[in-house]
């Protein structure tokens, strides 16, 4: 009789969340479908995700109809899943490879069953079905958005900086910054990583100040400079994209850059 009525902990509440994600693996792959109840009352579901750990994360955000979470909530109950995810789990692992979790937010509760717990037949039906119900709804129209672009610097020193890319110009330093290149000088405020290159400026805005820790592009000379110094040209430049955080003391390292550097782009 206690076991019975455990299982049946959350079976008037109100589901406010459910979701499947997956990750974990050697790649760095990850995916996530959240079912979610919001603060105006309507219901969404969110998908997002990435093949590998350099990708960009997509998402795309659809409205389902509010009786969706209903609908997960039977199924909860109709195959004992508050059960399930107090199951014990299997002896067996999978060394590097992706894991799966379920996950279930109510208004007085949370609880999640992961892919490793041994469950009843039952139990795994129903496993399978919340998750086929969560993939069925991301139909129809979506609204997608795509994770700014990043670009990863690599030091000879063993540092490695991050520069988030200007909207303006996400998707056109592909070509640009695509290989290994020997650094030169830009007097005593900034490192070229390369020069006599074409970026498009289409919809961009120059400045005539820059600060330190900004990559700039100098249309006269072609140059794609990391300052380490505060900036101001004679002639406007392009920001091309700043570096997330940890300016003062990234500023020294870009000062004392030489030979080759390696720049990645997501």
Excluded at 62 to 70: F, G, I, K, R, T
Aim: charged share 25%.
């Amino acid at each position: 009789m206690i076991s019975i009525l455990g299982g049946m902990k959350y079976a008037k509440d109100e589901l406010r969340s459910c979701s499947v994600s997956t990750g974990g693996g050697m790649l760095g792959g990850y995916s996530n479908s959240t079912l979610r109840l919001e603060k105006d009352g309507s219901v969404t579901l969110t998908v997002e995700g990435k093949e590998m750990h350099a990708d960009r994360l997509k998402t795309t955000v659809y409205q389902v109809s509010p009786e969706a979470l209903d609908h997960v909530r039977d199924l909860v109950n109709q195959y004992d899943l508050y059960r399930a995810s107090k199951r014990p789990k299997s002896g067996l692992e999978v060394m590097d490879g992706d894991t799966t979790t379920l996950s279930f937010t109510y208004s007085k509760g949370y609880f999640r069953i992961e892919d490793d717990q041994v469950l009843t037949k039952k139990m795994s039906e129903g496993w399978r079905e919340v998750i086929r119900y969560l993939s069925s709804l991301a139909s129809g129209e979506g609204v997608t958005t795509l994770e700014p672009q990043t670009a990863m610097l690599y030091l000879k020193s063993g540092y490695t900086l991050q520069y988030l890319v200007e909207e303006t110009f996400d998707g056109r330093l592909d070509d640009v910054l695509s290989e290994e290149r020997e650094v030169t000088r830009a007097g005593e405020y900034g490192i070229i990583l390369c020069e006599g290159v074409e970026v498009d400026l289409s919809g961009a805005e120059a400045v005539t100040e820059a600060a330190a820790g900004t990559m700039i592009y100098d249309e006269e000379s072609g140059s794609v400079i990391l300052l380490y110094e505060d900036y101001a040209p004679e002639k406007p430049v392009y920001i091309l994209a700043e570096l997330d955080g940890y300016v003062s003391s990234a500023c020294p390292l870009i000062a004392e850059m030489e030979g080759p550097y390696r720049l990645y782009l997501n």
